[in-house]
């Protein structure tokens, strides 16, 4: 019988054994979900996610169009989320959801969320990439915030139109209820989310907010006082919005 030996391509060109790709991937799941909060962990996202925000905008015209920062109901940024796979993959990632009121120009403090997803095909690798998730109607803030929603089948998502501005007469807020981005190793272009699933953190909202607050309390209510480690933040988000 002929011996068939299965193996995935590491970081360094090497190969790996089919199982040891697949331990990889299930070995950073239980890092990433298992593991306790640790401190500093809770500013670092809220850090991260400003830090993201500003090297996507800076891409020479193939960045997230202005027009749609100016007009979105909401901004979810995902640093470093890892995508994993061989054969089964996943995708998983810690970071912050906060909501715009277009009227105003205003930004609520940021909500702690996580994201998975699974799927199934020939795929092989593991590799970390930054998402960005502009959300640009209503329905898709009031899905964000259930129990969990899966991208795709609760709620629509479509992979982002990138430049500067968007063309003239473009109907853009009728197009999709989410617009999905990501960058890889200095590359920046839409994605594909289809049956992620969002989830609210509940314990890191409660640690970074010092109470018991749930994520619609945060973003909804006007209520809750943002965090010293969020104002940059939310006057990153405050300057994009901005019209230029």
Known sequence: MENISRTSSG????????????????????????????????????????????QVMSIP???????????????????????????????FGRGIISV???????????????????????QAGIEAIDLVLLVMAQKGVDSLLKSKVKLGADIGVTAGPVGRRLEAGTDILLYSEIYSYSRSKGLFAGVSLEGATILEDQDANRALYGKEVSARDILLKGEIEPPAVAQGLINTLQRLSSPN
């Open 100 to 122: 715009h009121n277009p009227d105003t120009g205003t930004w609520s403090p940021p909500a702690l969320f996580t994201i998975a997803g699974g799927s199934l095909g020939f």
């Open 61 to 91: 015209d193939n960045g997230i169009p202005c027009d749609l920062f100016a007009k979105c109901k909401a901004v979810a940024v995902f640093p470093h989320v890892v995508k994993g796979a061989f054969i089964l993959g996943g995708n």
């Open 11 to 54: 970081a360094n060109g090497k190969t790996l054994p089919w199982f040891l790709a697949m331990a990889a991937v299930f070995l950073l799941v239980g890092l990433l979900f298992a593991s306790p909060l640790r401190a500093g962990e809770l500013e670092e996202r809220v850090q991260n996610a400003r830090v993201v925000l500003n």
